[in-house]
């Protein structure tokens, strides 16, 4: 996954909840240098919270992506947006020099 373009992640779910897996294995596939090129934010929700788990994704041109995840939003689907728009960051900045 390409994390050099985005500068914020802001993640909250319950930890007990199967919804939640998509932000844990999101979280655990950061890089191990991602809290010194980013800053992340976890929040933790109780274990009787109907919240359901959301993702924020900020990257260097401002855009911010808004994800509720659940049954439908896989850790694929996530990787591939963020990789997509990551993409585009990269072509813009070589065609600059």
Same mark, same amino acid.
């Given at each position: ?7 914020s992640l802001? +993640?909250? $779910?319950?930890? $007990?909840?199967? !919804? ?19 800053? @992340? ?6 274990? =009787? ?9 900020? $990257?260097?041109? %401002?855009? !911010?992506?808004?994800? &509720?995840? %659940?049954?439908?939003?896989? +850790?694929?689907?996530? +990787?591939? =947006? +963020? &990789?997509?728009?990551?993409? @585009?960051?990269?072509? &813009?900045? &070589?065609?600059? %020099?």
């Amino acid at each position: 996954m390409l994390t050099r373009y985005l500068t914020s992640l802001n +993640v909250s $779910f319950n930890p $007990f909840s199967p !919804l939640s897996k998509t932000p844990r294995v999101l979280l655990a596939m950061l890089p191990p240098n991602a809290r010194s090129t980013m800053q @992340i934010t976890t929040k933790m929700l109780p274990r =009787e919270s109907t919240e359901p788990p959301t993702l924020e994704l900020k $990257f260097k041109d %401002g855009k !911010l992506m808004k994800m &509720e995840v %659940g049954k439908k939003l896989k +850790v694929q689907d996530v +990787v591939h =947006e +963020v &990789e997509r728009h990551s993409r @585009i960051l990269k072509r &813009e900045e &070589e065609l600059k %020099g």
